[in-house]
Nanobody, 119 residues
């Protein structure tokens, strides 16, 4: 089993910045891609950004140029730097990891961290 714990959310004014962190722990064999997703009430969880173990990144169009995903493989941690925050960025941000245990590929999720942007 792999556990993911997010941190860094909070209440911030529009135009501000936040840095989210997600640390993986447990019986880790190899973590492949990691990512951040966002969910607001009444809507489906949506992809925000992903990063491969080699550092290749992908972003949803609405956050390009404002969000930066990065990871520290030695620490099994993924980060999301969020700049120029907008009220529409408000939501619960979830961390995701694709973990290979030597036989199977499993998908793990964190508990989520709330980001609230005031106008």
């Amino acid at each position: 089993q792999v556990q993911l714990v997010e941190s860094g959310g909070g209440l911030v004014q529009a135009g501000g910045s936040l840095r989210l962190s997600c640390a993986a722990s447990g019986s880790i064999f190899r973590i492949n891609a990691m990512g951040w997703y966002r969910q607001v009430p009444g809507k489906q969880r949506e992809l925000v950004a992903t990063i491969t173990s080699g550092g290749a990144t992908n972003y949803v169009d609405s956050v390009k140029g404002r969000f930066t995903i990065s990871r520290d493989n030695a620490k099994n941690t993924v980060y999301l730097q969020i700049d120029s925050l907008k009220p529409e960025d408000t939501g619960v941000y979830y961390c995701n990891a694709d973990h290979y245990d030597g036989k199977y590929l499993n998908d793990y999720w964190g508990q989520g961290t709330q980001v609230t942007v005031s106008s």
